[in-house]
């Protein structure tokens, strides 16, 4: 799951520097959707990896 939730973490920041540098048009539109699928990939492992540590 770590390496899921690293993986997302580096394409989402890596999707943040495209958009820097790509103008507006059709190709930052796919790279923030991508963006968003990342950070919410990373946000639910995040979330899986807090819930196996609490007790039930």
Known sequence: MI????????????????????PRGLGSSILALLFLIF?????WTVRASDDEGTPT
């Open 39 to 43: 950070i919410l990939i990373f946000c």
């Open 3 to 22: 390496a899921v939730q690293l993986a997302s973490f580096f394409l989402a920041v890596e999707c943040l520097v495209l958009l820097f540098f790509i």
